[in-house]
Antibody, heavy 122, light 113 residues
Framework: QVQLQESGPGLAKPSETLSLTCTVSGGSVSSGSYYWSWIRQPPGKGLEWIGYIYYSGRINYNPSLKSRLTMSLDTSKNQFSLKLRSVTAADTAVYYC??????????????WGQGTLVTVSS | DIVMTQSPDSLAVSLGERATINCKSSQSVLYSSNNKNYLAWYQQKPGQPPTLLIYWASTRESGVPDRFSGSGSGTDFTLIISSLQAEDVAVYYCQQYYSTPLTFGGGTKVEIK
């Protein structure tokens, strides 16, 4: 059974870059069978999809964040990563990584990490 | 973007009673080529990540109790918990996966009356 685990600093300063990594076990990020997504949830609020990356390097970002985002894959470590630049307090959230099956059309998010809280504060 | 609107924001239901949650999308999420609704429901318990409950609007994920059911098509969808149990206390989200950006409803908090 696949497991996903987010890691990274729990604190980021305003205007700096937030960097997170998701480590996948029980599955392979290079299998081609899944999209690998990031989703965030501000404290006490709802869910926002950030974007996904595919093993081929294909990426789909939420346009609301696209100008500040970089996602990447490290197949040697079975990980995928997120970088969000120029953060503000509005980027404070629990960040989740998740997967969905790849197909000719989209699929639901069927496995999630436990999430990691990132606070943006000086 | 497809906007997902849930109602109510919260509801309190007695144990063993029915809970009904509604979700409306700003445009149809029914894919005409395969007649499937690209709509999922998730359950999020306090301090935990969301878990997939239902997909294709009405198909239960493996291991989900049959007291959970989903219905609807096009733009209007419903999640029903037929007999509320204590372990069902959670926030429930609908989500469309018809197009990107993937979008979620605002959530419905279900509590015990």
């Amino acid at each position: 059974q696949v497991q996903l685990q987010e890691s990274g600093p729990g604190l980021a300063k305003p205007s700096e870059t937030l960097s997170l990594t998701c480590t996948v076990s029980g599955g392979s990020v290079s299998s081609g069978s899944y999209y690998w997504s990031w989703i965030r949830q501000p404290p006490g609020k709802g869910l926002e999809w950030i974007g996904y990356i595919y093993y081929s390097g294909r990426i789909n970002y939420n346009p609301s964040l696209k100008s500040r985002l970089t996602m990447s894959l490290d197949t040697s470590k079975n990980q995928f990563s997120l970088k969000l630049r120029s953060v503000t307090a509005a980027d404070t959230a629990v960040y989740y990584c998740a997967r969905s099956a790849s197909s000719s059309s989209y699929r639901p998010l069927d496995a999630w990490g436990q999430g990691t809280l990132v606070t943006v504060s000086s | 973007d497809i906007v997902m609107t849930q109602s109510p924001d919260s509801l309190a239901v007695s144990l063993g009673e029915r809970a009904t949650i509604n979700c409306k999308s700003s445009q149809s999420v029914l894919y005409s080529s395969n007649n499937k609704n690209y709509l999922a429901w998730y359950q999020q318990k306090p301090g935990q990540p969301p878990t997939l409950l239902i997909y294709w609007a009405s198909t239960r994920e493996s291991g989900v109790p049959d007291r959970f059911s989903g219905s609807g098509s096009g733009t209007d969808f419903t999640l029903i918990i037929s007999s509320l149990q204590a372990e069902d206390v959670a926030v429930y989200y609908c989500q469309q996966y018809y197009s990107t950006p993937l979008t979620f409803g605002g959530g419905t908090k279900v509590e015990i009356k």
